[in-house]
């Protein structure tokens, strides 16, 4: 199993920047996938962004040239980094960690980060 913690939400105005963290309690290395999900109040769950071994990326198109997924393997931890803020994107934010083995595919969720844009 992993254990994810995220952090770093907060209220930002529109056009502002956060940067949420994930730390995973285990090393990436044997973590197949990590993604950043969020949901606003009476909205499904969406994709926003994914990183996958071998370091492929991609962003929901919401998002894509606003958002920015990296890692700090060191850390153990994944960031998004969060530029020109919309009032759309507020939701809980959560990162999901994907561990594939031979007995199938594990899915990991952390608790969620409250993201507010409002003036």
């Known amino acids: 199993q992993v254990q994810l913690v995220e952090s770093g939400g907060g209220l930002v105005q529109p056009g502002g920047s956060l940067r949420l963290s994930c730390a995973a309690s285990r090393s990436l290395a044997s973590i197949n996938a990590m993604d950043w999900y969020r949901q606003a109040p009476g909205q499904e769950r969406e994709l926003v962004a994914h990183i996958a071994g071998g370091g492929r990326i991609n962003y929901a198109d919401s998002v894509k040239g606003r958002f920015t997924i990296s890692v700090d393997n060191a850390k153990n931890t994944v960031y998004l980094q969060m530029n020109s803020l919309k009032p759309e994107d507020t939701a809980v934010y959560y990162c999901?960690?994907?561990?594939?083995?031979?007995?199938?595919?594990?899915?990991?969720w952390g608790q969620g980060t409250q993201v507010t844009v409002s003036s």
């Open positions: 999901n960690a994907r561990i594939v083995a031979g007995t199938g595919t594990s899915y990991y």
